[in-house]
């Protein structure tokens, strides 16, 4: 990448507007040998997000471009985010194209992940997608790299180019620099969205291109209506996997983000097993109580939102609707949270906004035994 792009985002780099994207301080422009935005600065030397509003068709745009300029495209899905990240913009530009899907943070789960490939290839199938192989990685430990490389190669010796694609937050560019083994300019930030337009790389070993892209915001899951702040605690660096036991007609508050009710004709209390992020506190209430309660404890015992968003997610138009669980079956809440029921079937009430995407689907918490993960 020339001088012209800031090497971390891939923006276009400009000098007269602080306030704008690619802001950077003409001396360090014309002084410093490989020169980043001010907002990359920011994000790596102190970990201070400015904010950008993404456009998400000027993303797609972008993403196209890189897609349709790729050989084979990476596909990188976050485990924990499976069912937002299977994107319909995605899956339509895809169509066609040479896919090597990348699951990411398995970690997250202590489940061998020969049974996340059984339970994956079950989801790829009902998304229709075609793909030629399969990886699971660890961006934290390195887990899995290795075998990606000596998966492309068993298609291609080199002189290709690859496009890494998926939705924000899904671990593109921390994947592209463990795959580079670290060298790379690329900006890495705990922030959503950190990549702002196409940034080329090289893997010198094998003459591959490699194209980070940016990542195409899933407005069906819950971190894109909170704050940058509250986005971080709800991506998981740890999950909490405990029983929870909601008693019926009870209300059980994930953060102050959904409600949950629960009914069984033959259980006075239903026991769930939830995973979510190890930030995020629940508490259980009785219905009739919630309003004392939103009033009066957010945010010192549920959270997020913080004070800052609250306002905004409250105002969101809400959506209730009801599942029945079989023993085995579990819900995801886009972006927030697996609940999967443990020993009965049970009838579940799940209010979120409006546009949240919530899946009923054969549980992944059931391949684990593990209970807590510290």
């Not at 985002?9 to 301080?25: L, P, S, W």
């Not at 995605?90 to 990348?102: A, C, H, P, S, Y």
């Not at 991506?235 to 009914?263: C, H, M, Q, S, Y």
């Not at 992020?277 to 015992?301: G, Q």
């Amino acid at each position: 990448m020339s001088k012209i792009h800031c090497p971390g985002c891939g923006v276009r780099f400009q000098i007269g507007n602080k306030e704008e994207v690619g802001y950077i301080h003409e001396d360090v422009l014309l002084e410093d040998h490989n020169p980043i935005c001010e907002r990359c600065y920011k994000l790596k030397h102190y970990s201070q997000n400015i904010l950008i509003q993404n456009n998400r068709e000027e993303t797609i745009k972008e993403v196209k471009q890189a897609v349709g300029n790729s050989k084979v495209v990476l596909y990188v899905v976050e485990i924990f985010d499976f069912e937002v990240s299977f994107d319909t913009a995605i899956l339509e530009m895809l169509k066609n194209k040479k896919v090597i899907l990348i699951i990411t943070k398995i970690d997250l789960l202590k489940i061998h992940p020969t049974k996340i490939a059984a339970w994956v290839k079950e989801r790829v199938r009902e998304c229709k997608l075609d793909i030629l192989e399969m990886a699971f990685i660890s961006n934290i430990s390195q887990y899995g790299i290795n075998g990606v490389v000596r998966k492309i190669e068993k298609f291609y010796e080199n002189n290709i180019t690859m496009s890494v694609i998926g939705v924000t937050n899904s671990g593109k560019s921390s994947f592209i620099q463990n795959l580079l083994g670290g060298k790379t300019n690329l900006t890495i930030s705990k922030f959503s969205g950190t990549t702002l337009k196409n940034v080329s790389q090289t893997m010198k070993d094998h003459n591959y291109k490699i194209i980070d892209t940016p990542g195409i915001i899933a407005h069906d899951r819950v971190i894109e209506h909170v704050c940058s702040n509250c986005a971080v605690k709800l991506t998981p660096t740890k999950l909490k996997v405990n029983d929870i036991k909601i008693k019926r007609e009870n209300v059980f508050a994930i953060g102050g983000l959904a409600k949950v009710v629960a009914f069984s004709s033959h259980e006075e209390t239903c026991v769930f097993e939830m995973a979510i992020s190890n930030h995020v506190k629940t508490l259980s209430f009785n219905r009739k109580n919630w309003e004392k309660i939103d009033a009066e404890y957010i945010p010192e015992k549920i959270t997020p939102p913080c004070e800052i968003c609250k306002k905004r997610y409250t105002l969101l138009d809400k959506k209730t609707e009801k599942f029945f669980l079989k023993k085995g079956e579990e819900l995801y809440i886009g972006g927030l949270a697996f609940i999967h029921a443990k020993y009965h079937a049970a009838e579940i009430e799940i209010e979120v906004p409006a546009n949240i995407k919530v899946v009923k689907r054969n549980s992944l918490l059931r391949l684990s035994r593990v209970k807590v993960i510290r």
